[in-house]
């Protein structure tokens, strides 16, 4: 399965809706520890956190269920307005496959999104749902392996190509765990923020 950002199910994988315009690094350069890469991505997604809270973004998600053989059995293309409440992600899906949401499912749409907005302006909630976010990530971290890596630069800035393997020493013991031990697949990640681009599982 393909998940270009924005993928709010996994808390590594937030979109930053400012550019830090780095340059980009020499293809020579030695290729930084992608553990600590993912690590750079935290850091700087707290100290953005609260420049978050002044902007919404309109992002568009795509993903594509893939078959055995990789072709395509399904692709979903949203696009969805996202802000942030004390630094917790909020999407609210628009239109699902270039058509507008029904009046029913834009009602639905909009009474979770309230309901998201009023439990995370609790700080102490907030802060709880950030800490477990938190963990989850470090779950999928050590679950997994980056290998293979190599730089290309992309519209003039470095990004780091990986395969996903398992961490065949990892022992899984929840159901994030569990699916990131078994997870295959490719990632790229922005180099100078951290930030994953583009994940591609081959589950």
């Not at 600590?36 to 919404?56: P, S, V």
């Not at 949203?78 to 058509?99: A, C, M, P, W, Y």
């Amino acid at each position: 399965m393909r998940f270009p950002i924005p993928v709010s199910a996994l808390a590594w994988m937030l979109p930053v809706c400012l550019a830090s315009g780095l340059a980009a690094q020499s293809a020579n350069a030695p290729l930084p520890d992608p553990e600590k890469l993912l690590q750079r991505a935290f850091a700087n997604e707290k100290k953005l956190a609260d420049e978050q809270e002044r902007y919404e973004c309109r992002v568009t998600s795509d993903a594509a269920l893939l078959d055995k053989t990789g072709k395509v059995k399904e692709d979903t293309l949203e696009v969805k307005d996202q802000f942030h409440v004390n630094g917790l992600q909020i999407e609210r899906t628009l239109s699902r496959n270039g058509k507008d949401l029904s009046s029913d499912a834009t009602r639905k749409e909009d009474e979770r999104v309230m309901k998201e907005t009023v439990k995370y302006s609790d700080k102490a909630k907030a802060e709880k749902e950030s800490a477990k976010d938190q963990q989850d990530a470090i779950d999928m971290m050590s679950a997994m392996m980056l290998t293979h890596g190599h730089r290309e630069t992309v519209n003039g800035r470095s990004v780091l190509f990986y395969d996903i393997v398992a961490n065949p020493q990892f022992q899984a013991k929840n159901m994030t765990q569990r699916f990131a031990s078994v997870m295959q697949g490719k990632i790229s990640l922005d180099e100078p923020t951290g930030e994953v681009i583009d994940l591609i599982s081959g589950r």
